[in-house]
């Protein structure tokens, strides 16, 4: 098995587990480039083992907190409207587990990582505005089972976009309207796709 070859999904599977490692502060920014490289390079079930060998490949890490901005101070406030305002830069920022998602988040990190996971957020609104600015980084956007999301982002200049989410809302599920920029960097919007050996056995067949 370790002999068979991989396809452009599994490479895509074992990179969203190296995201997610970055964002719970597992690996560094700089590991997280140099594992993306092999994971990208790889051409057979062998070639992953080492990449993700030292990471959780189960269920999920245990919930943290967003980290602080330099000099201790947090990077989120509230603008006095119904909004979440999250300031970073260059930094890990995580919202996951159960946190309240006001009518609009907005999330500035330019060449940070960013993950919002609103899985088990409590939702304020039917439809969620989030704006995001990821350039020259990368962002991480999970949404509930079952909702959708309407994305429209600037990635013209050498950004990566990627949406697997459904855009046509639906009656009673959760709405998102993604914004916002990731020229330079990379964004995708999905809902959780556990990782594991035979998922990965079987997205090849």
Not at 50 to 66: I, K, S, Y
Not at 171 to 193: A, D, E, M, N, Y
């Amino acid at each position: 098995m370790s002999r068979m070859r991989v396809s452009d999904a599994e490479r895509d599977q074992v990179a969203e587990v190296l995201r997610e490692a970055a964002a719970e502060g597992r690996i560094t920014l700089d590991e997280l480039d140099e594992r993306l490289g092999a994971a990208y390079a790889a051409k057979t079930y062998a070639d992953f083992e080492p990449v993700v060998a030292d990471l959780p490949t189960g269920a999920g890490a245990p919930v943290g907190r967003t980290p602080a901005a330099a000099g201790g101070r947090s990077p989120e406030h509230g603008d006095g409207g119904d909004a979440l305002v999250i300031h970073s830069q260059g930094s890990v920022t995580v919202r996951k587990g159960r946190w309240r998602v006001p009518h609009r988040v907005e999330a500035h990190n330019k060449h940070g990582v960013t993950r919002l996971d609103f899985r088990e957020a409590s939702l304020t609104s039917p439809v969620t505005e989030v704006h995001v600015d990821a350039s020259w980084g990368m962002a991480d956007l999970i949404l509930p089972e079952g909702s959708t999301a309407e994305v429209d982002v600037d990635s013209s200049w050498f950004g990566v976009l990627r949406s697997r989410v459904d855009s046509l809302r639906g009656p009673s599920h959760p709405h998102f309207v993604i914004t916002g920029t990731c020229q330079g960097g990379s964004l995708q919007v999905r809902h959780k796709r556990s990782f594991s050996w035979a998922g990965l056995r079987a997205i090849g067949g």
